[in-house]
């Protein structure tokens, strides 16, 4: 009874040690290496990297990736990976990565672009409707939440192609979940007036063709 007792404890103890190293081995490998991802990032350079480059069927400009932080990249490419995000190519791009190469694409497409500051000052008047987003993404489109994407600088069709897969319910995950209620909150009107004034702010760019 006292053995069994002991072992019982001894066993808790055991796991509670294993999960702590598991805790720091996931940390660890959650640490994203720049230098390696801007090997692997050649791929994307074809229309990452191509400012002005357009997606098909329905049309719109490639989204700007450089510049949003690499919490939000890697969202983005595990959503894609993992099927929960739908576009034909980008699933297809981001298909065989490891959660390494995503830590590492993140990290380098993260640094690759402006250093953004969320406290940076919005150029004009910020229509008034923004003030609910900007909570969340920042009154200049940059966001002060890590996880969240900046609007800031990225391309407008983009954002309105966006805007409308939240509303029909095209996005998912939990975050998504939780655009699609804003977007239903906004009118079209006020929606169009926002998306224009953050695409239009300093933002996010194109990848650069360049080594750095
Ligand atoms: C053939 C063109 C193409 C290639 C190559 C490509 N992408 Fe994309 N990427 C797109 C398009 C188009 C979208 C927008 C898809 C959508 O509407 O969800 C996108 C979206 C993204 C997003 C989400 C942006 C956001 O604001 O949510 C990230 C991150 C991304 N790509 C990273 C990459 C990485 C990393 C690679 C290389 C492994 C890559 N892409 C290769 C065309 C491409
Ligand atoms: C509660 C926080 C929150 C609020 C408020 C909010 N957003 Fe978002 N927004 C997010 C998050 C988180 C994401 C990323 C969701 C995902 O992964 O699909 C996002 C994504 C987006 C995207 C897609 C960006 C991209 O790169 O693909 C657009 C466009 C957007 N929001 C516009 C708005 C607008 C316009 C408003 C105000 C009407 C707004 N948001 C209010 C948190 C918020």
Do not use: W
């Amino acid at each position: 009874m006292l053995s069994s007792l002991l072992i019982t404890r001894y066993s808790k103890f055991q796991l509670v040690i294993a999960a702590i190293a598991l805790f720091f081995t996931a940390q660890a490998s959650m640490a994203g290496d720049a230098a390696r991802g801007e090997v692997i990032v050649d791929t994307c350079k074809g229309c990452h990297a191509v400012e002005g480059y357009q997606n098909v069927y329905p049309t719109y400009h490639v989204p700007r990736v450089a510049g949003q932080s690499a919490a939000y990249l890697a969202s983005a490419l595990t959503l894609y990976r993992d099927g929960n995000r739908d576009h034909s190519t980008m699933t297809a791009q981001a298909g065989s990565l490891s959660d390494q190469d995503i830590q590492d694409l993140a990290a380098y497409l993260a640094a690759s672009g402006p250093q953004l500051d969320a406290t940076q000052e919005a150029q004009g008047e910020a229509p008034a409707a923004a003030v609910v987003c900007s909570a969340c993404h920042g009154a200049a489109g940059i966001t002060p939440i890590p996880g969240n994407p900046n609007l800031a600088g990225q391309h407008i069709d983009y954002l309105e192609q966006a805007a409308q897969q939240y509303k029909a319910g095209e996005r998912r995950g939990p975050n998504a979940i939780a655009m699609q209620a804003q977007m239903n909150a906004i009118s079209d009107e006020d929606l169009q007036a926002v998306l224009l004034f953050y695409s239009q702010q300093d933002g996010v760019t194109s990848l650069p063709f360049k080594r750095f």
